[in-house]
């Protein structure tokens, strides 16, 4: 971690989880539902030691939340907070080297372990692993931080504040001063929060009650208003219940053990091959990781159909804070069962289109703040009988389109192994610099052949990127 030219420093610096993270970080009392995610950086060179440390070390004055713990109140009266802890730097960041020949390969069995190894609450949630002995000098650079820290977009943002442009250190880099640490108890959070929630009753409910009288006017003032609400209630219906397809009996299963691989893809297939068939990239994405599924399915003797997948649908705005989650979630019918790559593109055109224009698309959010309320051990059941029921998940991140470099080294590619919170197969694209690298994280239980699975993607994506070779 190397400064780019003076960042302003703030990412993460919000006291209080929103309710989608405290539902995200709740839920995880199923450990099936743990959210750690990977983030996989290959480097040129293995950068010295001694700079590694002290690039951290700064790191975590310009983003202050990798020096916060998480406090939660046990009445659930509001979300979690974020606060200032003495960071003990040897417990975060570690160095390990491979034996002779382990290679990429010995790369993700660290990840791997890293990814499934679960968090300790009384610290910053973040693990950092530098990995040296990869042919040709080569190194490897491993961050693992919970989801309720940033989503892909607020994770961009902070390599964009932490990766240098040059291999040169950057003298007189600005240093921000830490917060204090502070001693809060979860107790303690609790009684402050209900003493605060009975001393603003009588206002809270007068203007919940303004709020309704208002809006009751607009509707029987304002026919539009109410064929508004109606619509948006069909829509809410859709999104609650959506048409996605039926999980497969392939990925019935669902446990603790993960396994982690990799594809590589030029952007530009991608982008014509999308642009070739009437879609997107991320369409020509899906449609590839589809194809495969399909494929595997086959392969195993079982003609695939749609299978239910979801995709995180990015509702930042240029005023929202840097760092954090602002994000919904999406629910397609995958057409895994459609051979033709340029009519599977077509079909996740229509469906993705559809999906991202539903009044009620941000669902999740909506509710958040009740789910985030309930009992723990209720909230996680009713996660799990959710997520349990997607085959694939699927996010497009856009990287940083320029060099890049960690403590002097310059980085080559870099894979996000985003968590698998009861789903199957969780896939990110992460695309640098005129390529897409997409890390592909399994639930075990549900695909104990990962190696057989990432064959079948890698024909998908080859079948969908002939779609731009054989255009003229």
Known sequence: MTANSDPAPGWGAQTEMNHLEATIWRAEIDPRLRSGGVVLEVLDQVPDWDRVVRAHEWATHVAPRLRYRVVDDPLHVGPPIW???DLDLGYHLSRVSLPA?????????IAAL?????????????QAVLVDGLAGGKGAYLLKFHHSMADGQGTVQLFDLLHSTRRGPTPDKPTPPLAPSENVRPAGLAVRRVRTAILHAPRD?????AGILSRGGQVVSLPETLQSVVGYAQSLARVAAPQ???PSPLFRHRGMSRRLRTIEIPLSALKRSGQVAGGTINDAYLAGLLGGLGRYHRWHGIEAADIPTALPVSLRSPDHPIG????AAAMIAGPAGESDPSLRIKLVHQRVTRAREEPALDLVGVAAPIASRLPSALLARLAMRMSSGI????????GLDRPAHLAG???TATYVFGPVPGCAIMATLFSQEGMCYVGIATDNDAVPDPDRLVADLKDGFSEVSSLAESAP
């Open 324 to 327: 954090g989650n602002r994000f």
């Open 391 to 398: 085959d694939l998940q699927a996010s497009n991140i856009s």
């Open 83 to 85: 606060v200032p802890t």
């Open 205 to 209: 409910m007068t203007r919940m009650t």
């Open 114 to 126: 890293l990814h499934m190894c679960p968090f300790d609450p009384a610290r910053p949630l973040w």
């Open 244 to 246: 996605a397809g039926r």
């Open 409 to 411: 080294a310059r980085i």
């Open 101 to 109: 020949d382990d290679g990429i390969d010995g790369v993700l069995d």
